[in-house]
């Protein structure tokens, strides 16, 4: 079960060659999905044989294959994790019964809500990263950049194969408007808020992976618990191949900040700017931007929703293993309602609280993050403490919504949100200034001005390997 079946137009290890209905249909996409790929994924570069990476295996060591590859010919495959025997379901009112192994009817709509929700994220992704290979600062990053976009392709199979293999009519149609939907598009916008942002430069990139890719895992954990056996089992494995994006993010940022450490230990009376690097004031804009639009993908914080979804064990929490009690019935959490401009200290049910007990995790790694990238300072001996903008500031989802609340999360007055926004976030001439900076370096091993080299290259490669062939 765990080898993958590469003899097959579509990889895959589901024994898809078994049911002849579901290839043919999966095959009848697979084209489309190429035209999509061609006319919205990467700009370009599709003729060039990248360094990439293949799953070869869905077991936890040695699953990945290292080759160069030409992205439309990138093996996107179907890949579950081994079946465990006797699965039971691990939370929710069905706790301790049988995990299914096909949709129950009465679950049908919310699963397929929640599988073309967590799907549409996927293509958004690739759309918005679209033109950013033509300004890589580096032949390594640009592999990185391809990488991730080359799985966020996958994980949209892997979901798909979900859609057309459980939900009938329904499920093929889902399929076909996940190829319709685009990033951006006022008419057609993908699903959710962040992934119609614009994605223009490459410290939007490593943000991007570094925060919203890692909303992708947490609601990747959370689906990995389902009672639907064959979404845990796809989330499993697209978790595997997450970890990679959000590397790329998290030493991507750390790389530029270690860049403009370099440049202010060298040039300690003038603005890193003027020397081709990036302000680290500048940088923390960033992270805010980020943060904020990533932290509205939890949803509310109290939410009937969420409490339906883990009560019928559709959408578990992170890691519900390690908890002590899977139903969530006698718990509370104590949660300060903002509601009329105040707060009052509730006790929400448990179940209720699910969102927000799912962003706690998620704001908790992103703190692991901040903690690596105030080390790459204090390690250049610069004073600049890196932070999280609180959960309230900025938000477009949930109670908080579009109330002026500042990074500590005090409640401020428009005025002064409005005076002090230029502080929080990127303005256009941050923006207009970070852009300026995207000039491609394409010479092997030479990296932009404005990002240090990685610590080291890619499977054991060296930092100045041949990573895309150009
Ligand atoms: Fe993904
Ligand atoms: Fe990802």
């Given at each position: 079960m765990a080898g993958i079946d590469y003899s097959q137009k579509i990889p895959n290890n589901v024994d898809l060659k078994s049911d002849r209905r579901l290839q043919r249909a999966l095959e009848?996409?697979?084209?489309?999905?190429?035209?999509?790929?061609?006319?919205?994924?990467?700009?370009?570069f599709n003729e060039n044989e990248i360094y990439l990476r293949t799953a070869v295996s869905v077991e936890k060591d040695g699953w990945a294959h290292f080759d160069y590859v030409k992205m439309p010919d990138y093996r996107w495959g179907i890949f579950l994790t081994p079946q465990e025997p006797g699965r039971t379901i691990g939370?929710?009112?069905?706790?301790?019964?049988?995990?299914?192994?096909?949709?129950?009817?009465?679950?049908?709509?919310?699963?397929?809500?929640?599988?073309v929700t967590q799907a549409?994220?996927?293509?958004?992704?690739?759309?918005?990263?679209r033109l950013l290979g033509h300004t890589a600062p580096s032949l390594y990053d640009m592999r990185n950049l391809f990488q991730v976009n080359v799985e966020e392709g996958r994980h949209l199979w892997?979901?798909?194969?979900?859609?057309?293999?459980?939900?009938?009519?329904?499920?093929?149609?889902?399929?076909?408007?996940?190829?319709?939907?685009?990033?951006?598009?006022?008419?057609?916008?993908?699903?959710?808020?962040?992934?119609?942002?614009?994605?223009e430069d490459w410290l939007a990139f490593f943000c991007f992976t570094m925060f919203t890719d890692r909303d992708g895992k947490f609601q990747l954990l959370a689906l990995a618990e389902s009672a639907f056996t064959p979404l845990a089992r796809s989330c499993q494995f697209m978790l595997t191949e997450e970890a990679h994006h959000m590397f790329v993010g998290q030493t991507g940022v750390g790389r530029v900040i270690q860049r403009t450490c370099e440049v202010m230990n060298e040039h300690p009376d003038s603005c890193p700017s003027e020397h081709g690097a990036i302000p680290l004031e500048l940088i923390q804009r960033y992270i805010n931007f980020w943060v904020s639009s990533s932290n509205d993908l939890y949803g509310g914080e109290v939410s009937s929703n969420a409490a339906n979804f883990?009560?019928?064990?559709?959408?578990?929490?992170?890691?519900?293993?390690?908890?002590?009690?899977?139903?969530?019935?006698?718990g509370h959490y104590t949660m300060d309602i903002f509601e009329n401009g105040g707060f009052t200290s509730t006790e929400v049910p448990l179940r209720n609280a699910m969102n927000e007990v799912l962003r706690d995790d998620y704001i908790a790694d992103n703190q692991k993050?901040?903690?690596?990238?105030?080390?790459?300072?204090?390690?250049?001996?610069?004073?600049?403490?890196?932070?999280?903008?609180?959960?309230?500031?900025?938000?477009?989802?949930?109670?908080?919504?579009?109330?002026?609340?500042?990074?500590?999360?005090?409640?401020?007055?428009?005025?002064?949100?409005d005076?002090?926004?230029?502080?929080?976030?990127?303005?256009?001439?941050?923006?207009?200034?970070?852009k300026s900076l995207m000039q491609p370096v394409r010479e092997?091993?030479?990296?932009?001005?404005?990002?240090?080299?990685?610590?080291?290259?890619?499977?054991?490669?060296?930092?100045?390997?041949?990573?895309?062939k150009l």
């Open positions: 009848a996409w697979q084209p489309e999905y190429i035209d999509w790929w061609r006319s919205v994924g990467p700009t370009d939370f929710g009112d069905h706790f301790g019964k049988e995990a299914w192994d096909q949709v129950p009817g009465e679950h049908r709509n919310s699963l397929r809500r929640l599988i549409d994220t996927e293509p958004a992704s690739v759309e918005q990263q892997a979901m798909v194969y979900l859609l057309q293999a459980y939900f009938g009519r329904d499920g093929r149609e889902e399929a076909d408007e996940l190829l319709q939907r685009r990033s951006g598009n006022a008419d057609h916008p993908r699903i959710l808020g962040t992934f119609n942002e614009p994605c883990f009560r019928s064990g559709l959408k578990g929490r992170a890691w519900e293993q390690k908890r002590e009690d899977h139903l969530a019935l006698e993050g901040i903690v690596y990238w105030n080390k790459v300072t204090a390690k250049a001996g610069i004073d600049f403490q890196f932070r999280l903008p609180d959960r309230r500031f900025r938000r477009r989802v949930g109670m908080f919504a579009g109330h002026p609340f500042d990074l500590d999360g005090q409640l401020v007055t428009q005025e002064q949100w005076a002090k926004a230029p502080e929080w976030l990127p303005s256009t001439e941050d923006k207009d200034f970070v092997q091993g030479k990296y932009a001005s404005w990002i240090a080299p990685p610590a080291k290259g890619l499977n054991g490669q060296p930092v100045e390997f041949e990573y895309v």
